[in-house]
């Protein structure tokens, strides 16, 4: 296939299909399993944050740009049926985003369109998914277009925002990626690059692993790259 006959990935439908594959992971994993990727946390808080990201995600589709009001983004409790809570959350969110996909509305970034709330959430939602995939013990799921999208907006959104908002310095060195693509962190000189599979990439990015993750290959200067990688990238 040539780039020219590429098709754009669908956030919105591999939302769906990643919601689907989170609740399927419920029915086998216990609610008091611990999660490694978030310590402080067990397969039900992982969820009740994971609905409440949705919900509030769905709540700021609905915000017009320039309203002062923002959505609160507390996590809710833990509910008793936590799976029928989440199920419920990802419906709403789809429906949302069904509605009027081109609606002007709140982003993470300032003012944008609905549909690229189902870009963030896509990636929100694999990350939680290995997250509770790797509680249960269990592989983890996600199309080799979704995890490069998702090393992606690291680098384009999440990493950019948490420096714009004072969460972590603006770094003056950057790192190479190397994966299915060549992405760049930071800015600055190169001080060292990693290579390895783009899941790979994603969970360092992410901070469920480090540099010493099985699959990486780091060249140049290590010490650099881990204080760079050490940082808030992600909300």
Do not use: K, N
């Not at 994993?29 to 992982?46: K, M």
């Not at 925002?161 to 603006?170: A, D, K, N």
């Not at 990693?194 to 994603?202: M, Q, R, S, T, Y």
Request: proline share 8%.
């Amino acid at each position: 296939m040539s780039v020219d006959t590429i098709v754009p990935l669908d956030h919105r439908a591999a939302l769906a299909q990643t919601q689907a594959t989170f609740l399927a992971l419920l029915r086998h994993v216990e609610p008091t399993a611990r999660v490694p990727g978030c310590p402080d946390w067990d397969a039900a808080h992982l969820t009740a944050h994971l609905t409440g990201v949705h919900r509030w995600a769905a709540a700021m589709s609905r915000t017009a740009p320039g309203t002062d009001d923002v959505p609160d983004d507390a996590d809710p409790p833990v509910a008793r049926d936590a799976a029928q809570e989440y199920r419920a959350a990802a419906a709403d969110l789809l429906a949302v985003l069904d509605e009027d996909p081109d609606r002007p509305c709140r982003t993470l970034t300032g003012a944008g369109r609905r549909r690229d709330w189902a870009r963030r959430q896509l990636h929100e939602t694999l990350v939680h998914t290995w997250d509770l995939a790797d509680a249960g013990g269990l592989p983890r799921w996600g199309p080799p277009e979704v995890v490069a999208d998702a090393v992606e907006e690291v680098l384009d959104t999440l990493h950019p925002r948490q420096v714009r908002l004072g969460r972590t310095p603006g770094p003056d060195v950057s790192v190479e990626l190397l994966g299915s693509r060549r992405w760049v962190l930071g800015d600055g000189p190169p001080v060292a690059a990693v290579a390895g599979a783009d899941a790979d990439l994603l969970r360092l990015l992410w901070r469920r692993s480090d540099l010493s993750g099985a699959g990486l290959v780091v060249t140049g200067d290590a010490a650099r790259a881990t204080e760079l990688l050490a940082g808030r990238l992600t909300p």
